[in-house]
């Protein structure tokens, strides 16, 4: 995750919080988290976790907001694949009310039979 600090002021890119701005010698700081100015709101999280010996992590996760492109709205999304207990698990919420618009929780073995799963390796 990226953080990065700008003087409120000139838009100076600071790289260190409590230095004064080096263009304005502005104190005012923003802070953004995330990957992006755009994206600063909109994090997502990504983890595996990975057994000695075994090539596919046993678990994998993935927590964090997602664009619906149907209607332009945010979700708040959850997806574990947990191949050691053979479960997947996907929770999608309504960011602004927090309803459960789509829960899925099955057998791994069970979704990927499915035919419809697609996953992209990350990279
Ligand atoms: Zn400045």
Same mark, same amino acid.
């Given at each position: 995750m990226d953080r990065t600090i700008k003087c409120?002021? /000139? !838009?100076?890119?600071?790289?260190?919080? %409590?230095?004064? /701005?080096?263009? /304005? $010698?502005?104190?005012? $700081?923003t802070v953004c988290? !995330? *990957? %992006? =100015? &755009?994206?600063? *709101?909109?994090?997502q999280l990504r983890g595996k976790a990975k057994k000695e010996g075994t090539k596919k992590p046993v678990k994998e996760f993935i927590y964090g907001d997602e664009k619906k492109i149907s209607n332009n709205t945010w979700v708040d999304k959850t997806r574990i694949i947990d191949r050691e207990n053979?479960?997947?698990v996907e929770i +999608? &919420? =309504? &960011? =602004?009310? !927090?309803? +459960? +618009?789509?829960?899925c929780k099955e057998p791994l073995t =069970?979704? *990927?039979?499915h035919g419809s799963a697609k996953f992209k390796k990350q990279k």
């Open positions: 409120t002021d /000139c !838009g100076e890119l600071l790289s260190n919080e %409590s230095d004064a /701005c080096q263009k /304005c $010698r502005s104190s005012k $700081r988290m !995330g *990957f %992006s =100015d &755009k994206v600063s *709101f909109h994090e053979n479960q997947y +999608i &919420k =309504d &960011k =602004d009310t !927090g309803e +459960i +618009i789509h829960e =069970d979704h *990927f039979n």
